[in-house]
């Protein structure tokens, strides 16, 4: 299958202002992208690419004074299929982790695991490890917060989700990011396009999406709290720790977001790349 995806979104500063774009397929899915324009900027300013720490295409821009206008669409193959659900999978121990695994079993900003360690074992140390411990926390966690976009805060912590019962994307991510950490298990915060393909449409805009990756059977798989079910044609844009190493935007100054579209829809097909597929 072909989806489309883009975005166009317009930021005002004040002043010159130095700025990180996160919005760009990942690397990883470079080979699965079959038309894209290139980024595009209004008004047209110089822009340079490269790979952060983890991978991440980020672009460069120094945004001069007023608004600014980012827009960007493609199409990119997808095989089509549902995520994958291993319930033999297993968890990995912590001598045993590739050294890449690491770093996604401590704390960061917004995964508080030193404060939330005892919650985590109350509530899931009798749980079977492996794919059930993992699942048990998806399910706790859909069910623990209220999904609502009035409840978006940006320095909402794990922590505090847990107390509030409410949140959005990020913050069910969050929340179970934490919960595997403080249970040895890597977990790393994920986002990018996730259209309604394969479910009834979401009324809401469409917006970008927050899940996580899990480290089980010595492989990544793909748990998403929110919806807490596998879902078809997911499109990575960037992971990290939690999402204080992927803002979508991250100016050098103070910026205003004045527009913000995304766009994730599957299309049809040319015959010869159906037939292919």
Request: aromatic content about 10%; proline content about 8%.
């Amino acid at each position: 299958m072909l989806i489309k995806y883009g975005f166009h979104t317009t930021i005002a500063v004040p002043n010159p202002t130095p700025t990180i774009a996160m919005l760009e397929v990942h690397p990883e899915r470079s080979g699965d992208i079959q038309s894209e324009t290139p980024f595009l900027t209004k008004p047209s300013v110089p822009t340079s690419v490269y790979l952060d720490g983890f991978g991440n295409r980020c672009r460069r821009i120094l945004v001069p004074a007023g608004d600014i206008t980012f827009r960007l669409e493609g199409t990119i193959y997808d095989s089509g299929k549902r995520e994958p659900v291993v319930p033999d999978a297993t968890e990995v121990p912590v001598e045993r982790l590739p050294a890449g695994a690491i770093e996604f079993l401590v704390g960061s900003r917004y995964c508080e695991t030193d404060r939330m360690s005892q919650a985590a074992w109350d509530l899931f140390g009798h749980v079977p490890a492996g794919w059930s411990r993992v699942q048990a926390i998806a399910d706790y966690v859909h069910d623990h917060l209220t999904f609502g976009y009035e409840h978006a805060r940006s320095t909402r912590t794990a922590e505090e989700a847990y107390e509030e019962r409410v949140g959005v994307c990020r913050d069910f991510a969050h929340l179970m990011i934490t919960f595997c950490r403080c249970l040895n298990i890597p977990a790393r915060y994920v986002n990018g396009y996730l259209g309604d393909i394969g479910v009834p449409p979401d009324p809401a805009p469409m917006d970008f999406s927050a899940w996580v990756e899990v480290y089980l059977s010595n492989r990544w798989y793909t748990f998403d709290a929110r919806h807490n079910e596998p879902r078809t044609g997911r499109i990575v844009v960037a992971r990290g720790r939690d999402a204080a190493d992927v803002p979508l935007i991250n100016s050098f100054g103070q910026h205003t977001l004045k527009e913000f579209k995304v766009v994730t829809e599957e299309v049809e097909a040319p015959l010869a790349l159906a037939a292919s597929g």
